[in-house]
């Protein structure tokens, strides 16, 4: 059977490429830029996803080699992502107008994917679930992703087995529930930075999930930069604040410790 395999039966690029469907009418010809970039994004989402799981699991059976290869995966993921927003950005404010109306109650705040790699960063809502309403499938992932630890949950418990003296309470503390910055855990990092000879590897991946959240906030700031020159300081689609919203998100950060630390030394 794989000596008769094609190019586009093994990507199913019939339904890839048959997958987008303007909704305006007559159709505008740059809902299609629209789209595009939305599938597109959710696609490295879904990849990201996977490594991030992937990181998770390798931190926990103390796999730091191979945790650090997925993160560097997603780094470069990270970058496409970001990349993209210069695609979406030559979308003119009147361009948007010809097909914004068609798009309904749906908006960029619902994707899951999305919401789903910020849980396994550790920013956890479960309020969140309730925005899918009934996609049960969504609903899975996005609790999948609340219940499990996160890859800094994971990251601590690492270092503790390691013997750095990572307070039991956040060890043993409820991982649905999001991290909040502990001093003690500054002062865990601090001695790991002051000898990074002798801490080599965790000190590399305090550096790596600080180049993670680095290029998360830089996706946000992109998101924001593309709102304002797209709609301004109008009200998003489906009944979000838009810009306001975004630029509010820019100050929520998933590993705080490590940014302090750097105060500290």
Same mark, same amino acid.
């Given at each position: ?9 093994? #990507?199913? *690029?019939? /339904? $890839?490429? @048959? +997958?987008?469907?303007? =909704?305006? &009418? ?5 809902? %299609? ?13 879904? #990849?990201? *996803?996977? /490594? $991030?799981? @992937? +990181?998770?699991?390798? =931190?926990? &059976? ?5 945790? %650090? ?18 695609? $979406? ?59 499990r630890p996160s890859l800094y949950d994971e990251f601590l418990r690492l270092l503790a087995r390691r013997g750095h003296p990572v307070p039991a309470d956040l ?70 604040t838009g810009a306001s919203f975004l630029r509010r998100v820019l100050d929520l950060t998933f590993f705080p410790e490590l940014y302090a630390v750097r105060t500290?030394?």
């Amino acid at each position: 059977m794989a000596e008769s395999l094609t190019y586009g039966q093994y #990507l199913h *690029l019939d /339904e $890839l490429l @048959g +997958a987008q469907h303007p =909704l305006s &009418r007559p159709e505008a010809h740059d809902e %299609l830029l629209f789209i595009v970039q939305h599938q597109t994004s959710e696609l490295w989402l879904k #990849l990201a *996803l996977h /490594e $991030l799981t @992937g +990181a998770c699991d390798d =931190l926990a &059976r103390d796999d730091l080699p191979l945790a %650090l290869k997925r993160l560097a995966r997603v780094k470069h993921v990270q970058k496409q992502l970001i990349e993209q927003w210069s695609v $979406l950005a030559t979308l003119t404010p009147t361009e948007y107008q010809q097909f914004r109306g068609f798009l309904g109650t749906s908006s960029g705040f619902q994707s899951y994917q999305y919401r789903a790699v910020e849980f396994l960063l550790g920013a956890k809502d479960p309020a969140m679930i309730e925005v899918l309403g009934k996609d049960e499938a969504a609903r899975a992932l996005l609790t999948a992703a609340l219940e499990r630890p996160s890859l800094y949950d994971e990251f601590l418990r690492l270092l503790a087995r390691r013997g750095h003296p990572v307070p039991a309470d956040l060890l043993e503390r409820d991982v649905r529930a999001a991290h909040e910055e502990d001093p003690r855990l500054v002062e865990v990092f601090r001695a790991i930075y002051d000898a990074p000879e002798r801490n080599w590897d965790v000190y590399e991946a305090c550096e790596e999930l600080v180049d993670v959240e680095d290029n998360l906030q830089l996706w946000r700031f992109r998101h924001l930069k593309t709102v304002e020159r797209t709609i301004g300081f109008r009200t998003g689609t489906g009944g979000t604040t838009g810009a306001s919203f975004l630029r509010r998100v820019l100050d929520l950060t998933f590993f705080p410790e490590l940014y302090a630390v750097r105060t500290a030394l």
